[in-house]
């Protein structure tokens, strides 16, 4: 069976095509008009006088990232690939910082109770207890995502933007590359854990994503890496709780030690989510397979 990516372009070459100002200034034109762009429209946008230099730009763009529309007047529209580069740059992960004072979070922290802070740094956002020094995510967040909003605005971005790599991260996509992600449950006696893990007082185990493509690897609370299962959605739902709506710092069931191993060989995980008067409690495999369901009383 052959590959379903037949003609790939190298990524210095593909950089190279799209680096020339006039070029992106291109791609920038086609992505702001509501239509498809005739050729002299499309040159008046760009501001290019020289009709014969503008065509050799368009010329180098067209087909991997311009197409001509195939209706007989001449017209340049962006391709997907085209449309990716141009948000690529507006999400301002290539051009843009952060910088700010930090903000407070409305939210406790989950392991003392006090008042959380959120952190700008360059290019992550950080969340943080300044009582205890506990640590509830350092992520990394194009600043385009803030352009607009205000400090006070940043812990509700951030919660959705958490969010939004869990789920990417449970269909198998890698946030940073698109490529396949896989994920698995990493136990602190595994030989490849990572020292971090090693040494935890409070974890035993931990889900590993991994990105067959370009390398990154991150690690979560395997009740975090697993809180859009329809298995703990459901459970949460029935206790008047919305993951869509309520933060993740304001699931206070992640503050237990959820998480234990039952069997080294095959591994064999119990996450225990306990909320009020009842708790979830799921058999998990290393491969995120709920072998086994159950509720008993809190």
């Known amino acids: ?13 593909a950089f190279a095509l799209v680096s020339h100002e006039t070029r992106f200034r291109i791609l920038e034109a086609l992505n702001e008009a509501d239509e498809p762009l005739p050729f002299a429209r499309l040159r008046e946008r760009v501001g290019t006088r020289d009709t014969g230099r503008f065509n050799y730009h368009l010329g180098k763009l067209t087909d991997r990232f311009v197409r ?9 529209q962006l391709t997907p690939a085209g449309t990716r580069v141009v948000g690529g740059v507006l999400s301002g992960g290539l051009t843009k910082t952060m910088d700010a004072e930090p903000v407070p979070v409305d939210g406790e922290c989950l392991f003392c109770g006090e008042e959380m802070a959120l952190s700008f740094e360059v290019d992550r956002i950080r969340i943080d207890c ?19 909003r205000s400090r006070e605005e940043a812990p509700a971005v951030v919660d959705r933007w958490l969010k939004r790599h869990i789920h990417i991260s449970e269909f198998g996509f890698c946030a940073t590359c698109d490529g396949p992600l896989s994920r698995r449950v990493i136990a602190r006696t595994d030989p490849d ?3 971090w893990l090693v040494d935890s007082e409070d974890w035993s185990v931990a889900v590993q994503n991994e ?19 329809p298995v703990i959605v459901s459970f949460l739902y029935d206790h008047d709780i919305d993951v869509r709506e309520c933060p993740l710092w304001d699931h206070d069931w992640l503050a237990v030690k959820t998480a234990t191993i039952e069997q080294e060989d095959p591994l064999r995980v119990e996450l225990s989510v306990p909320l009020d008067y009842e708790r979830l409690v799921l058999r998990l495999d290393r491969e995120l397979e709920v072998l086994e369901e159950r509720r008993e009383p809190a």
């Not at 990105?211 to 690690?219: D, E, L, N």
């Not at 609370?221 to 299962?229: E, F, M, S």
Request: hydrophobic share 30%; aromatic share 4%.
């Open 211 to 229: 990105c067959g493509r370009c390398g990154t690897q991150m690690h979560s609370d395997l009740g975090a890496g697993l809180l859009a299962h």
């Open 130 to 148: 300044p009582d205890c020094g506990e640590q509830f995510t350092n992520i990394e967040v194009p600043a385009g995502v803030m352009d607009g």
């Open 68 to 76: 001509k529309v195939e209706d007989g007047d001449g017209r340049y």
């Open 1 to 13: 069976m052959s590959d379903v990516v037949v003609d790939q372009l190298p990524p210095d070459e």
């Open 193 to 195: 854990a990572p020292e």
